[in-house]
């Protein structure tokens, strides 16, 4: 009862809440590192250094009013935040945090579920977020959010394919498509597979800037050109729907790629020994500080870079990374193979 | 078992009469997602999780976000109705309505037939992943039909697009 | 845009001398002037070398040529205007081929009572010259568009402001100022107290209202 | 909206009904540049059309000043263009001096120049500033509008004002320069000077950059002069004019400066012309400063101005372009009897639906970026 029931359901309240915590901070962390790389200071006013910040952001998003535009289409207009944040939530179930490890005496795995679809249940929950993004777009009844979640979905679906075919690469390479083995395989060889595929990894780092709507493909909610985005008409707790989710989605591509192309828990150089001593981390640090790296990364590219236009998003996507991916596939299959 | 089977066939057929009775298209595109994702729910009960999450990749997440792009975008405004003859439209009705219904029957009768052989499809060896049995039969057992259908694929994506490209 | 409001027929007006523009240090000046002075160059000053040949190409197309302060002037009559800007901008020795600035001055008791003022330049040359071509109230002027496409929105706030229709201008409308306004602010007669529903909808209505009122606050 | 074209024999049958959006950008849009409101038909996210509205902004400063006496105007053309407010002032002033054959010290020609220079830098940050972060580069914004605090700071010290200056005075200045002024000036032009090394390594060769600005909105010389584009625009397209050039004011004639001069005419060449008008710029003023001459910063000037009657034409380069006064006094009255602005940024703004003709909506965006309109002045 305990090892089938309260076991995962505490793990799925810890992850909920870690997450919610981390999104929140992701946040703060964005603003703070924008301000530093603009040599401001960031918000400085809630708590020490504005650490409390993220509260004071959720008291208001969760007090303001919640504006539906009078001839908006109710039903969806109030569905499209939910579907958005559900599939960034659901995700975080297969993505092994770390090897197995004592809990309070409880040996456990340390993630909600390792099914031998892992990476496939990702792609494919992911891409159903898209839903939110169309439909908060459509239902607003307004143009601009209308051509913002055109803008979106189309972004997403192209995009998506360059990501999924790296990640067919990756499967080829661990010969599964569990998130665990994946990891495992890594120690197996003693190798990150970012080392071994750096080129999947470069495609799946754009296309996850792209999926995520990050700069400098964040055209969808280019506040410059679209005010705002698919999510214009939106205030008050659905707005923060969206922007959670969104925030999500980031931590998302950041775990998965820590997972398939940074060796999960793995310590930097798992095969060298004299290492050994970097084993007294426990694997789940080293998990979210790689996680906590590439999200920095992302940060650091949205506060570097201009914005690409529309069709040259669409141009780069099918042009060139699509073509890349594939290649990257076929030599990654030949590979295999023949070794 | 058997309670979540029923549950989720009550779910897909409700659905499924939703999806045909809504007036407005965008929800009844919505209608079918949710119907799509109980399928995959019952893929998963079923115990292909491959196939279920094929099914929310390829159906859910692909197809239907082409559907709803078209419903979207394609002015809903009813075009002229032309129709010549009134009654066409409840012939072909009767027509594919008695097609489907004969279907159905046959799947009845078949299914309440008694098995010849009870344990075929039940095969499924301890130790090899659902993924990996997929696998086999797609690309070994079936291999000539599934690139077959694959080129079928293809051509017509070309096709469409040879259609829908403008004249320069 | 079509006829907006008719422009104010001249003989409406209370008086050809309205209101000018400040009403405390205006009081007691003399009545507005009858336009500007139009000074003739000097003798000793050498004319620029493309006014021959302009007068030789367009005769009469000049009328009056001024200088003031280091500005050269043409007057041009309104009907020869496309005909001499063509000359000046397509002949090699003027080549005025930007234009600077298009306005108009009101100039109210003058019969002709605008002052059309075109401020060219000559990029090749680098030098300037000002054509002035003088309208009556309701008279339209040739639009130059076709000449120079700058003049477009230079039109139309002329327009706007002064009410001066141009014949040609392909999109005539208001710029500056509300569609549904009534008047052209920058003319003399302008009300510039105000404003109130009425002013928007009858300005001359509003100002012999104002004028009663006033009248009898003074008994 | 039925479709333009028929379908005829030579085109194929299978025809999409598409619609063409009309959507209204502004007047309250974040890269509008203030309230500036464009109507735009679209195919897609490709302008076809786009009409532009001004006027939200008319607050009537010519009308106006035809009942203002001479010294207050100076203070209205402060709140023309408000990013080069001190150009503005020069303008006006040299124009009334003109009518009226003043005579200005040399010390307050060169102290006019060093002022709007540095005018000219403030207004390039800001527009750099601006026309970035439309593109999607928060941080040049805020790089630049850090340098452009300096030379606020710098204003202020010369005259108490950040935004709105006053900053001139028919025949003169208001006062002279604080004592070690220049040596300010000096170490900003220098901190300048790094800075934009920063910006253009930032976005010179950044290849996102690039793409967004090669090859969109091109206009030809001859185009930008009928036109009527004036300023950094129209050097873009590879017309040499500039007014401090062609026809000098102020001090400008005793300064060696360059007229960067683009090619193509596109929106990187404009950004490229702007660019180097900062050096420009940086190096007239230490020229200013090196040849300070000494004596009054205020010529002789009657105690009542006055112009005698008659009207003229002057003009001087904004950072926007060509800003001109036309003013007519009767010779009578104490204020102008036509005064008259004609913006450069009006001017510029008329070529935008010509621009953004056949580019997509984001173009759009950095188009009225690349113009670098205030609205202030547009509308008056």
């Known amino acids: ?339 | 078992m058997t309670i979540a089977f029923y549950t989720l066939a009550a779910f897909i057929l409700a659905l499924g009469v939703l999806v045909v009775s809504t007036k407005n298209t965008v929800h009844a595109v919505l209608f079918l997602v949710a119907n799509f994702l109980c399928v995959a729910m019952l893929y998963v009960l079923l115990q292909a999780e491959f196939l279920a999450v094929i099914q929310v990749l390829v159906y859910a997440g692909g197809i239907v976000v082409l559907y709803l792009f078209v419903v979207m975008l394609v002015n809903l405004k009813r075009g002229p109705e032309t129709h010549v003859d009134p009654r066409r439209r409840d012939r072909m009705g009767l027509l594919i309505g008695g097609a489907v219904l004969a279907e159905f029957v046959a799947i009845l009768l078949y299914g309440f037939a008694p098995r010849a052989t009870g344990a075929a499809p039940a095969a499924a060896a301890p130790g090899v992943g659902n993924v990996e049995q997929v696998g086999w039969s797609l690309y070994v057992d079936y291999l000539v039909p599934f690139e077959v259908a694959s080129i079928l694929l293809l051509v017509a994506m070309i096709g469409a697009i040879v259609l829908a490209k403008k004249e320069p | 845009m079509e006829p907006a409001e008719p422009p104010v027929p001249p003989s409406a007006l209370p008086k050809p001398a309205p209101k000018p523009p400040a009403p405390k240090a205006e009081a007691k000046a003399p009545p507005a002037p009858p336009g500007p002075p139009d000074q003739a160059p000097p003798d000793d000053l050498a004319r620029p070398d493309y006014l021959a040949p302009l007068e030789q190409a367009c005769p009469g197309g000049v009328s009056q040529v001024s200088y003031w302060v280091g500005d050269w002037t043409l007057i041009v009559p309104r009907d020869r205007l496309v005909e001499v800007a063509t000359w000046l901008r397509d002949t090699p020795e003027s080549r005025f081929d930007f234009c600077s600035d298009l306005t108009a001055v009101d100039w109210p008791p003058r019969a002709e009572r605008f002052d059309l003022v075109y401020c060219l330049y000559s990029v090749p040359h680098r030098r300037r010259v000002r054509l002035k071509v003088r309208l009556k109230d309701g008279e339209a002027a040739p639009s130059v568009t076709g000449i120079w496409p700058a003049a477009n929105w230079f039109e139309r706030e002329v327009f706007d402001m002064f009410g001066i229709r141009f014949d040609g201008h392909p999109d005539l409308r208001r710029i500056l100022m509300p569609d549904d306004w009534q008047g052209h602010p920058q003319r003399k007669d302008y009300p510039l107290e105000g404003p109130g529903e009425l002013l928007l909808e009858d300005p001359l209505e509003w100002l012999k209202l104002r004028n009663a009122a006033r009248e009898a606050e003074f008994e | 909206m039925t479709d333009p074209h028929p379908v005829t024999a030579t085109r194929t049958p299978v025809q999409f009904d598409t619609d063409e959006l009309v959507i209204n950008m502004g007047p309250q849009h974040p890269s509008t540049h203030g309230v500036l409101r464009l109507i735009l038909r679209l195919d897609g996210e490709r302008v076809v059309d786009a009409d532009v509205v001004i006027g939200y902004l008319h607050r009537g400063i010519e009308k106006l000043s035809e009942s203002r006496d001479w010294t207050q105007i100076v203070l209205l053309t402060d709140r023309m263009d408000y990013v080069a407010a001190a150009t503005n002032n020069l303008g006006y002033c040299e124009t009334v001096e003109k009518l009226m054959g003043l005579e200005v010290p040399r010390r307050a020609q060169y102290i006019r120049t060093v002022l709007a220079e540095l005018q000219r830098l403030a207004s390039h940050l800001v527009w750099l500033g601006t026309h970035a972060m439309d593109i999607g580069a928060v941080t040049v914004f805020l790089y630049c509008l850090r340098e452009r605090e300096l030379v606020l700071d710098l204003f202020e010290e010369y005259c108490g004002a950040r935004l709105t200056y006053n900053s001139r005075r028919v025949g003169g200045l208001p006062a002279d320069l604080p004592v070690g002024w220049d040596r300010k000036v000096r170490e900003f032009c220098d901190i300048v000077d790094q800075k934009i090394v920063d910006y253009e390594q930032l976005l010179t060769q950044n290849r996102i950059w690039l793409e967004r600005t090669r090859d969109i909105g091109v206009i030809s010389g001859a185009d930008a002069i009928a036109m009527g584009f004036c300023g950094p625009p129209l050097r873009a397209s590879g017309v040499m004019r500039d007014v401090r050039k062609d026809e000098p004011y102020a001090a400008y004639e005793e300064f060696a400066f360059d007229i960067p001069v683009g090619a193509a005419g596109d929106t990187y060449d404009r950004y490229l012309v702007r660019l180097e008008e900062f050096k420009q710029s940086t190096r007239i003023i230490r020229q200013a400063l090196d040849g300070m001459p000494e004596g009054p910063v205020m010529g002789k000037v009657p105690r009542l101005i006055k112009p005698p009657a008659g009207e003229t034409y002057h003009a001087i380069e904004s950072p926007k372009g060509e800003i001109g006064f036309f003013i007519a006094s009767d010779g009578k009255s104490l204020s102008p009897y036509r005064f008259r602005v004609r913006p450069p940024s009006f001017c510029n703004l008329q070529v935008l639906p010509k621009l953004v003709r056949g580019h997509l909506v984001a173009d759009v965006v950095a188009l009225i970026g690349t113009i670098d309109i205030v609205l202030g002045e547009v509308d008056r």
Do not use: C
């Not at chain 1, 505490?10 to 909920?16: D, E, G, N």
């Not at chain 1, 969760?62 to 504006?67: A, R, S, W, Y």
């Open chain 1, 1 to 339: 009862m305990i090892e089938t029931l309260v076991v995962p359901l505490v793990k799925i309240a810890v992850l909920l809440v870690g997450i919610l915590t981390a999104v929140a901070y992701l946040v703060l962390l964005e603003r703070k590192v924008q301000a530093w790389v603009q040599v401001r200071l960031g918000p400085m006013r809630v708590g020490p250094h504005g650490l409390l910040q993220p509260v004071a952001d959720v008291i208001k998003l969760i007090i303001k009013e919640d504006i539906t535009p009078a001839r908006a289409d109710r039903w969806v207009y109030t569905l499209a935040p939910i579907i958005v944040l559900v599939p960034a939530l659901v995700v975080f179930a297969v993505i092994p945090f770390g090897p197995e490890t004592n809990v309070f005496g409880i040996r456990m795995p340390l993630h909600v579920a390792d099914i031998n679809v892992g990476l496939l249940y990702i792609v494919s929950i992911a891409s159903l977020g898209i839903y939110g993004t169309i439909l908060g777009g459509w239902a607003s009844n307004s143009k601009y959010p209308l051509l913002a979640s055109l803008r979106a979905s189309a972004q997403l679906v192209s995009y998506e394919v360059a990501v999924t075919m790296t990640l067919v690469s990756m499967i080829l390479m661990a010969g599964s498509l569990s998130m665990v083995e994946i990891v495992e395989s890594q120690q197996a060889r003693g190798l990150w597979f970012v080392f071994a595929q750096p080129l999947a990894f470069f495609i799946y780092f754009v296309g996850g800037l792209a999926e995520t709507n990050r700069a400098p493909f964040d055209l969808p909610e280019a506040e410059q050109e679209l005010t705002g985005g698919f999510h214009t008409e939106y205030s008050g707790i659905r707005f923060a729907l969206f922007f959670l989710a969104e925030y999500a989605n980031m931590i998302v591509i950041a775990a998965v790629a820590t997972t398939l192309f940074f060796g999960g828990w793995l310590r930097p150089f798992p095969s060298v020994a004299a290492l050994g001593l970097l084993d007294i981390v426990p694997g789940w640090i080293w998990f979210l500080l790689k996680t906590f790296v590439l999200l920095y990364v992302f940060l650091w590219v949205r506060a570097t870079l201009p914005r690409y236009r529309y069709d040259q998003l669409m141009r780069l996507g099918w042009k060139v990374l699509i073509p890349l991916a594939i290649a990257n596939v076929i030599v990654t299959a030949i590979a295999v193979v023949v070794l």
